[in-house]
Every structure is written in C-alpha cells, then in structure tokens.
C-alpha cells in the first residue's frame, strides 16, 4: 500500500539503505533461516541473490558463494539515465546504495558466480578474477512435442516477464510508448499478448485499449507460447544474457 511503501522510503533514508534490498529485510525469515542454520551444520551455502545475501551476512564461519545474475547498481543507473530529473535522483541514490551492498557483499562471498562476460569482469575488477567464475546460461530444454500456434489472422507478439521488477516495468513502458502506440496511430494493429504477474490496472487498461490479450500470471508458460508467434524484449536498461531470448528459442518462437 501507499502508507507501507511511504514507511519503508522512510526507514530506508534514514538507515541509508537501499529500498529495493531493505524491503526483503523481515524478521521473522532471518529468524527462521537463524534456527535452521542453528540446528544443521552445513558445509556451505549457495546464495541466489543479493536480497537473500542480507540474511546470511551474520555468519561469517559459513562458506558461501553468490550468484550475480545481474550488477544491480548497473541497472539502477540504467533506470535513472532515462528517467524524469525528479525519479532520477531517487535512482541514482539507489544506485548507490546497492552498489556499496553489491561489492561488499563480492568481497565477503567466497566465490561469486555470474553468467554473462560482462558481469564477469565487472565483478572480478573488485573482488579479483581468481574468485569469480561464470557459468553461461544456456536455452531450457525443449517441450516433447513444442506448442502449435493457434489460427488467427493477424501476427501475434507476445511479452513476458515479472512485471513488478523494475527493469520489466521499465521494458513495458518502452513497448507502449516506442512500439505499440506510434503502430496504432499508424493504423497497424498486431496481436499482442502480455502475460506475467505485477500489472497495475493502469498498464493493463492501457494495453487493452490497445487490443492486447492480458493473461496476467500463467501456470502453463506453454498456454502462452502457444498463442504468439515472436516473444518482443524491448530492454534497454541491464546488460547480461537475456533469458526470456532463450526460453522464446527453445518453445519455437523468435
């Protein structure tokens, strides 16, 4: 809600921390992850993330390597460049802020895992080549028997993401305003599907005004691929290799 988010900016400015990791700080998950860790003697631990970075961060004795899919200070610097003056700054303290977590976090880590080149270097400009190694994503393994498309008339594109991630947010916006209304004020009309949870009823009434199929959250990404033709991925914010590419690739699609 509003007065929730309007509470976390505050505790968020006056703790300075950055919003977006300071969110996923609740006490009882570090409680639950504290007994667990308590309890069981493990050899290591495998972080998937920065967010879950925070809750592990008290034990040092336990070795654990991070996974930096993304650099996120990259992606909120992105996010500013293109933002209102006003929305920018708020960016670029973001930026800041999970910038200093992000390289704190590589340097206690005793290994950090990427998966692009890119990231790679980055990460290995502050911590050392030595401690990172990239894994490259590959495309998921293919369906049986991958969706047949649907008959229609027009030519469908399709885009999917966690529309509650900012770069996601960020990519729609893009669509609606780079691709999707100029074609309409043209008087081209394709098909587009949108599917993934985190919409706002603005987004999804300006997409239906555009004739766009919402499907919102979908259990059976197959419902989806079966009804497009090509998977648009309009980022121009983060760097790294574009899974929704792959996944398009593997289930037929461009």
Same mark, same amino acid.
């Given at each position: 809600s509003?007065v929730t988010a309007?509470r976390?900016g505050?505790?968020c400015a006056?703790?300075?921390?950055a919003?977006?990791?300071?969110?996923f700080?609740?006490?009882p998950?570090?409680?639950?992850?504290?007994?667990?860790?308590?309890?069981?003697? /493990?050899d290591?631990?495998y972080v998937?993330?920065?967010?879950?970075?925070?809750f592990?961060?008290d034990?040092v004795?336990?070795?654990?390597?991070l996974e930096?899919?993304?650099v996120?200070?990259?992606l909120?610097q992105g996010?500013a460049?293109?933002a209102?003056?006003?929305r920018?700054?708020?960016?670029r303290?973001?930026?800041?802020?999970?910038g200093?977590?992000?390289? &704190?976090?590589?340097g206690?880590? &005793?290994?950090v =895992?990427?998966?692009?080149p890119?990231?790679?270097?980055v990460?290995?400009?502050?911590?050392?080549?030595?401690?990172?190694h @990239?894994l490259?994503?590959s495309?998921?393994?293919?369906?049986a028997?991958?969706p047949?498309f649907?008959?229609?008339?027009?030519?469908? /594109?399709?885009l999917l993401?966690d529309?509650?991630?900012?770069p996601s947010?960020? @990519? #729609?916006?893009t669509?609606?305003?780079?691709i999707? &209304?100029?074609?309409?004020?043209e008087?081209l009309?394709?098909?587009w599907?949108?599917?993934?949870r985190g919409l706002?009823?603005?987004?999804t009434?300006q997409?239906?005004a #555009?004739g766009?199929?919402?499907?919102?959250y979908v259990d059976?990404?197959l419902?989806?691929?079966?009804?497009?033709?090509? =998977?648009?991925?309009?980022?121009?914010?983060?760097?790294?290799v574009?899974?929704?590419?792959? @996944?398009a690739?593997?289930?037929?699609?461009s």
């Open positions: 509003p309007a976390a505050l505790r006056l703790r300075r921390r919003f977006s990791l300071d969110k700080d609740r006490v998950l570090r409680r639950v992850l504290g007994s667990l860790l308590g309890e069981n003697r /493990f290591w631990a998937c993330n920065l967010p879950m970075w925070i592990l961060k034990h004795g336990l070795p654990r390597i930096a899919h993304n996120e200070e990259e909120w996010l460049e293109v209102p003056p006003v920018a700054a708020v960016l303290r973001e930026a800041r802020l999970i200093r977590e992000e390289r &704190t976090a590589w206690q880590a &005793t290994g =895992v990427t998966i692009s890119e990231d790679e270097h990460v290995g400009q502050v911590v050392g080549a030595h401690r990172v @990239m490259p994503a495309p998921p393994s293919p369906p028997d991958p047949a649907t008959s229609r008339r027009r030519a469908a /594109f399709g993401a529309w509650e991630w900012a947010r960020h @990519m #729609l916006h669509f609606l305003d780079q999707a &209304t100029p074609l309409a004020r008087g009309a394709p098909h599907v949108v599917a993934g706002r009823s603005t987004e009434q997409l239906e #555009l766009a199929e919402v499907m919102g059976d990404l419902d989806f691929y079966s009804r497009v033709d090509a =998977v648009l991925s309009p980022d121009l914010v983060g760097g790294g574009r899974i929704k590419a792959l @996944m690739m593997a289930h037929g699609r």
